[in-house]
């Protein structure tokens, strides 16, 4: 059956080309030529202000969308669908909740270091899912679908970049006394032995993609090469580049390409339900929601906690709640990507797919 134009791309070519990493790719490009990582203050600012735009939005959206509708999820959809939910839903936030309270009860700053690096494990595994996953969406759009061994081979790779990531994070950050609002990081002791050989996978499962993919890529339109592109600086850009410059303005980016997927699946949902409110009347209400959402999460709520309840600050600082929220957002909002995204959920095959 012959698919139209706009049943081929979240928005257009050119849209998805820089929402899904090609336009970090430029914009980092001309940081760099431009500013040469002198000017890491005004980054800093700039990326902070950024935030509350995008990045902190990017993780409300997840919240809006993943309990939206909470108590049908857990009891109409598929049982294993429902147990994900549950679990992503209800435990982990209580898990997260008992231990936090737990580590400060404790005055154990180990146990909060230790979760600081339980998130940098995370952002690592998010960010090459992601990028895995929306090249299994553009391919989908495009009805350009990869074979199991090739899901298989780039998936290999995310995972083996995901370790080398993890690894030199934990690397640099032994070297030098790193502090997150406060509290010293927990890190690991890595060697050079185990980075280059960890190096030496990353390479090999690379050359493995490569080969699988070979024939697809000599054939050029046999690939959805704007899937592949955010597959490929979502884990190369995004993960392995220490530049301090760039490290700034990677999580606004991707939070960037999250949104473009979020937006898509947000407007084929609105237009798909019979309301008496504007789809796009709808659409705003949602953004704004969203930005409402992440200001009180990564500021209002834990600044005010940090000046009127009364904790240890001789032991764990001045900025205690903001380092809790940060954390256990980032750390959850994971968990509840890892099932609302997920092939076979029925709410991404009847909107993110379904233009209206």
């Given at each position: 059956m012959p698919h139209t134009t706009k049943k081929m791309y979240l928005f257009s070519p050119v849209i998805d080309f820089?929402?899904?990493?090609?336009?970090?790719?430029?914009v980092l490009l001309c940081l760099k030529l431009i500013f040469n990582g002198a000017e890491l203050a005004l980054s800093f600012t700039a990326t902070l202000f950024l935030a509350n735009i995008i990045n902190h939005p990017h993780f409300a959206h997840s919240y809006q969308i993943f309990y939206r509708n909470f108590n049908k999820k857990i009891v109409e959809y598929p049982l294993n669908l429902r147990l994900r939910y549950i679990f992503?839903?209800?435990?982990?936030?209580?898990?997260?909740?008992?231990?936090?309270?737990?580590?400060i009860y404790f005055q154990s700053l180990l146990a909060l270091?230790?979760?600081?690096?339980?998130?940098?494990?995370?952002?690592?595994?998010?960010?090459?899912?992601?990028?895995?996953g929306m090249a299994m969406v553009d391919a989908a759009l495009k009805q350009r679908f990869y074979s199991e061994y090739e899901k298989k081979c780039?998936?290999?790779n995310a995972y083996a970049v995901?370790?080398?990531?993890?690894?030199?994070?934990?690397?640099?950050?032994g070297m030098v006394n790193s502090k997150y609002y406060g509290i010293e990081y927990f890190v690991f002791p890595v060697s050079e032995a185990i980075l280059l050989a960890s190096i030496g996978i990353c390479i090999f499962t690379a050359l493995k993609a490569y080969v699988a993919l070979r024939k697809k890529i000599i054939e050029k339109n046999k690939i959805a090469w704007n899937g592949l592109l955010a597959y490929g600086v979502s884990l190369y850009a995004w993960l392995l580049i220490r530049d301090p410059l760039v490290l700034l303005w990677i999580p606004f980016f991707h939070s960037l390409q999250y949104m473009a997927v979020v937006w898509r699946?947000?407007?084929?949902r609105n237009r798909?339900?019979?309301s008496r409110v504007r789809p796009s009347l709808k659409f705003v209400f949602f953004g704004v929601i969203g930005f409402g959402l992440g200001y009180?999460?990564?500021?209002?709520?834990?600044?005010?906690?940090?000046?009127?309840?009364s904790y240890a600050k001789d032991i764990f600082g001045d900025y205690l709640f903001l380092y809790i929220f940060w954390i256990f957002i980032n750390v959850h909002h994971y968990a509840l990507d890892t099932v609302m995204w997920r092939r076979g959920n029925p709410d991404i095959q009847s909107h993110l797919f379904n233009r209206q």
């Open positions: 820089l929402l899904l990493g090609g336009g970090s790719l430029i992503s839903g209800i435990i982990v936030p209580l898990a997260l909740l008992f231990y936090f309270v737990a580590s270091g230790l979760a600081a690096n339980l998130m940098f494990f995370l952002v690592g595994w998010h960010y090459v899912k992601q990028g895995y780039l998936l290999h995901w370790g080398l990531a993890y690894l030199l994070v934990n690397y640099s950050m699946y947000e407007l084929n798909s339900m019979v009180a999460g990564f500021w209002f709520f834990p600044e005010w906690l940090n000046a009127n309840v």
